[in-house]
């Protein structure tokens, strides 16, 4: 049964740190892994998706890597903003037969202080 | 398109009553999937939707939950007899195969 746990659970910088967020997962068989961002109350936002083949995605002050073999996957958050304030989720999708769902971690909330 | 969109965002309701829920996905996307939040958790899935096709449901999804997506297109999420524990953030997403999930705004669940 997969498991996706994210450290750390709470994370406060101040303003223009670089940070990384970190995602594991217990089974290494999965077709992607995507990052999102989740403002109080609101959705999720897609941030970046690593198909399995992939090592690494970048958007702008993001980057993600994947390592499918150890099962982990980072954030990296360049010169972090105020404006970065939110929940980051992992989740992985599984590339078990039968099965479609993604996977999610409980994520880690992000503070950056101005 | 404006992206995934929910309907409604909050509903409050008496414990008992049925309430249902629409998503209308991404229009080109033919996955659709339901999660469920409660806070401070990470969303939970409930089922999942290739076109019309329900292809996989989860455990947490008890008789009092049904989806459906008729035509490929929108889906609705119902639950009847509402209890306490049903209260949550209830999340909608939509893919192209094996492409980005885009989650809607959510519909809030408030049971009372």
């Known amino acids: 049964k997969q498991e996706v746990t994210q450290i750390p659970a709470a994370l406060s910088v101040p303003e223009g740190e670089n940070l990384v967020l970190n995602c594991s997962f217990t089974?290494?068989?999965?077709?992607?892994l995507q990052w999102f961002r989740q403002d109080p109350g609101k959705g999720l936002t897609s941030l970046l998706l690593?198909?399995?083949?992939?090592r690494e995605q970048t958007s702008g002050r993001l980057n993600a890597s994947l390592d499918k073999s150890s099962g982990r996957s980072t954030l990296y958050i360049a010169a972090s903003q105020p404006g970065d304030s939110a929940t980051y989720l992992c989740?992985?999708?599984?590339?078990?037969?039968?099965?479609?769902?993604?996977?999610f971690g409980t994520g880690t909330r992000l503070k950056v202080l101005a | 398109d404006t992206g995934v969109s929910q309907d409604p965002r909050h509903k409050i309701t008496k414990r008992g009553q049925n309430v249902t829920f629409r998503c209308d996905p991404i229009?080109?996307?033919?996955?659709l999937y339901w999660y469920r939040q409660t806070l401070g958790q990470g969303p939970e899935f409930l089922t999942y939707?290739?076109?019309?096709?329900?292809?996989?449901k989860s455990r947490l999804l008890s008789d009092r939950f049904s989806a459906e997506r008729p035509k490929g297109s929108f889906s609705t999420l119902e639950i009847q007899r509402t209890e306490q524990g049903d209260s949550a953030m209830y999340l909608c997403?939509?893919?192209?195969?094996?492409?980005?999930?885009?989650f809607g705004q959510g519909t809030r669940l408030t049971v009372v």
């Open positions: 997403a939509s893919s192209g195969m094996n492409t980005e999930a885009f």
């Open positions: 089974d290494s068989a999965i077709y992607n």
């Open positions: 690593i198909q399995s083949s992939q």
């Open positions: 989740a992985v999708r599984g590339a078990t037969s039968g099965t479609y769902k993604y996977i």
């Open positions: 229009s080109e996307h033919n996955r």
């Open positions: 939707f290739q076109n019309e096709a329900q292809l996989e």
